[in-house]
């Protein structure tokens, strides 16, 4: 069976500091991988996507940016954090060519 | 206009009634439809998904699409108070791979 991981859980960081978050993957083999962000009381903000290795899609242009240095990795990096990346980000993979997409536990980052 | 809406809520209804949730989405060339829940603090977890129009049932859920409608609604019957939670409707648009566009999700609260 596959399993998804996320680390940290929870993060408080300043403002201006960079960040890391990572995703890893077990179980299967090139997923489709994906990064989301939920800030409090909104909905699911797709940030990234990835459909192998090297190969970044993105949705929204911010001050965030994603890797995919192996093939279930994924990892999400800022050089500063803005007040506003607060909010409880996601990982998500699914099969190659299905769109079930299933999550990991996230992260919740907090910026002060 | 969203591509994905959903009443905010709350929903309140007491243990054991049907809990009707609803979903309407703007894009007639969608395909596939997703029903998550999330509990508070919680990532979402896939409850059940929908291609074709009609009624697909599992358990006490039962996802029912109107494609013409453009709407989808998910029932639970025999409601718990475990099933309060956020439920996050979600839909794939024919043209995107992988992409899914989420509801900003239903609060549900089933009163003992």
């Known amino acids: 069976s596959q399993t998804i991981h996320q680390w940290p859980a929870t993060l408080v960081q300043p403002v201006g500091s960079p960040l890391s978050l990572e995703c890893t993957v077990e179980?299967?083999?090139?997923?489709?991988l994906y990064w989301y962000r939920q800030a409090a009381g909104r909905g699911l903000q797709l940030l990234f996507y990835?459909?192998?290795?090297?190969?970044i899609s993105s949705e929204v242009p911010q001050n965030l940016s994603a890797s995919r240095p192996q093939d279930r990795q994924f990892i999400l990096s800022s050089k500063k954090l803005l007040l506003s990346d607060s909010g409880f980000y996601l990982c998500?993979?699914?099969?190659?060519?299905?769109?079930?997409?299933?999550f990991g536990p996230g992260t919740r980052l907090l910026v002060l | 206009q969203k591509e994905v809406e959903q009443n905010s809520g709350p929903l309140s209804v007491p243990e054991g009634a049907i809990a009707s949730l609803n979903c309407t989405y703007s894009?007639?060339?969608?395909?596939?439809f997703f029903w998550y829940r999330q509990y508070s603090g919680k990532s979402p977890e896939l409850i059940m998904f929908?291609?074709?129009?009609g009624d697909k049932e599992d358990g006490r859920f039962t996802a029912q699409l109107n494609k013409a409608s453009q709407y989808v609604s998910l029932l639970i019957r025999d409601s718990q108070p475990s099933d309060s939670a956020t439920y996050l409707c979600?839909?794939?648009?024919?043209?995107?791979?992988?992409?899914?566009?989420f509801g900003r999700g239903t609060q549900l609260t089933v009163w003992p």
């Open positions: 990835s459909v192998g290795i090297g190969q």
């Open positions: 179980g299967t083999s090139n997923p489709n």
């Open positions: 894009d007639r060339g969608s395909q596939s």
């Open positions: 979600a839909v794939k648009r024919g043209s995107t791979l992988g992409r899914l566009y």
């Open positions: 929908i291609y074709s129009n």
């Open positions: 998500a993979w699914s099969f190659v060519g299905w769109e079930t997409q299933y």
